[in-house]
C-alpha cells in the first residue's frame, strides 16, 4: 500500500507561481514511479508531469513544459511540482499518483488539491 498527501494548492494570479507537495508512505515506494495529474472544469484528467525516485525518467505534458519543474526529496519521501508562469487554464484539482514499475498501472492517488488562477 502507498498513501499520497497532497499540499500546497491555492488561488493565484496569472503569472505566479505555487508549489504543490506530495508526501507518500509506504513499504515498498521504490517500487513505483510518481506522477502529477490535473482534472479542470468539464475537463478530463490528463497526466501533468512524472518522476523516478532516482531524479531520472521525467516526462512533461507538451503545455507545462519551461513552466512546471517535477522533482523528489527521497529523505522526506515528497515528490514536488513547481509551477511558474500560472495561467488561467491551469486551474484544476491536481492528483498525485503512484505508477507501477511492474504493471505500468497507476494504483495509487491522493486526494487532490485545487489550483485556482485568476485572470
Known amino acids: 500500500q502507498v498513501q499520497l498527501v497532497e499540499s500546497g494548492g491555492g488561488l493565484v494570479q496569472a503569472g505566479g507561481s505555487l508549489r504543490l507537495s506530495c508526501v507518500a508512505s509506504g513499504r515498498t515506494l521504490s517500487s513505483y514511479r510518481m506522477g502529477w495529474f490535473r482534472q479542470g472544469p468539464g475537463k478530463e484528467r490528463e497526466s501533468v508531469a512524472a518522476?523516478?525516485?532516482?531524479?531520472?525518467?521525467?516526462y512533461y505534458a507538451d503545455s507545462v513544459k519551461a513552466r512546471f519543474t517535477i522533482s523528489t526529496d527521497n529523505a522526506k519521501n515528497t515528490v514536488y511540482l513547481q509551477m511558474n508562469s500560472l495561467k488561467p487554464e491551469d486551474t484544476a484539482v491536481y492528483y498525485c499518483a503512484a505508477q507501477s514499475l511492474l504493471s505500468g498501472r497507476w494504483p495509487y492517488w491522493g486526494q487532490g488539491t485545487q489550483v485556482t488562477v485568476s485572470s
Open positions: 518522476i523516478s525516485w532516482s531524479g531520472g525518467n521525467t
